[in-house]
């Protein structure tokens, strides 16, 4: 699988808000899905953010490896996944990463204000595009 | 999360052409994801369908448990993630199941003939669901 940087597609195709799934590996070692926004750095890293009360959290505690597939919205036989490794975990205490996150999504702001929420980011280290965004 | 039988309302959301993503995990242990078809059988597991060359396949023999989340057409909020075991890996060799597959998502039979497919069948050990599918 290639290694990034990102071709300028696969980059400019990830920079939509795109539906997307992210895998974690749970404590007993099976692959845990759901359905996640994401949000592509321009430092080439990932956004992920999570209600501080999800299991995924002690998953990426416990091994920091993601695996995130964006499907090209309308034509998701387009889609990229990237696989990659959890750099920080920080607190979101004034919602200004979910806001960046929702606004990318629905254009407002999140409108769930009283829950903790948790940023992820996720340095990429290896992606595989398909369809639209398959590498040469 | 909740085990199966899958309410009716569920099953209902499963069958139909969703665009869905599957997860693996690898001989090093880091979650793979990647866009896939499926589809729920009447007896409640899921099929899938590979070509037979891919790695995720090696990754299923050594460990049979995969994670799928289908993301509701035009509606992705509503999604629903199941987690299961591989209970049979099969050589597809007139293809049926993949035209079944590609029936379901295309209306046609599936265009490419000249590559093996191997068909893998998901039993459903637990779901969870969102949106319009949420459990109560």
């Given at each position: 699988?290639?290694?990034?940087?990102?071709?300028?597609?696969?980059?400019?195709?990830?920079?939509?808000?795109?539906?997307?799934?992210?895998?974690?590996?749970?404590?007993?070692?099976?692959?845990?899905?759901?359905?996640?926004?994401?949000?592509?750095?321009?430092?080439?890293?990932?956004?992920?953010?999570?209600?501080?009360?999800?299991?995924?959290?002690?998953?990426?505690?416990?091994?920091?490896?993601?695996?995130?597939?964006?499907?090209?919205?309308?034509?998701?036989?387009?889609?990229?996944?990237?696989?990659?490794?959890?750099?920080s975990v920080t607190d979101d205490?004034?919602?200004?990463?979910?806001?960046?996150?929702?606004?990318?999504?629905?254009?407002?702001?999140?409108?769930?204000?009283?829950?903790?929420?948790v940023s992820v980011r996720?340095?990429?280290?290896?992606?595989?595009?398909?369809?639209?965004?398959?590498?040469?």
């Amino acid at each position: 699988m290639p290694v990034p940087p990102l071709p300028d597609d696969v980059a400019a195709l990830l920079a939509r808000p795109n539906p997307a799934v992210m895998a974690t590996v749970a404590a007993d070692g099976r692959p845990v899905t759901v359905a996640t926004w994401y949000l592509l750095e321009d430092d080439g890293t990932v956004l992920l953010n999570l209600d501080g009360g999800r299991a995924r959290l002690a998953h990426l505690h416990r091994d920091p490896r993601v695996s995130l597939t964006a499907l090209a919205e309308g034509d998701w036989y387009t889609h990229v996944s990237v696989q990659g490794t959890v750099v920080s975990v920080t607190d979101d205490g004034d919602l200004a990463d979910i806001d960046r996150l929702s606004i990318h999504y629905t254009g407002h702001p999140y409108p769930n204000r009283d829950r903790p929420r948790v940023s992820v980011r996720v340095r990429v280290d290896r992606w595989h595009g398909w369809g639209a965004a398959a590498q040469g």
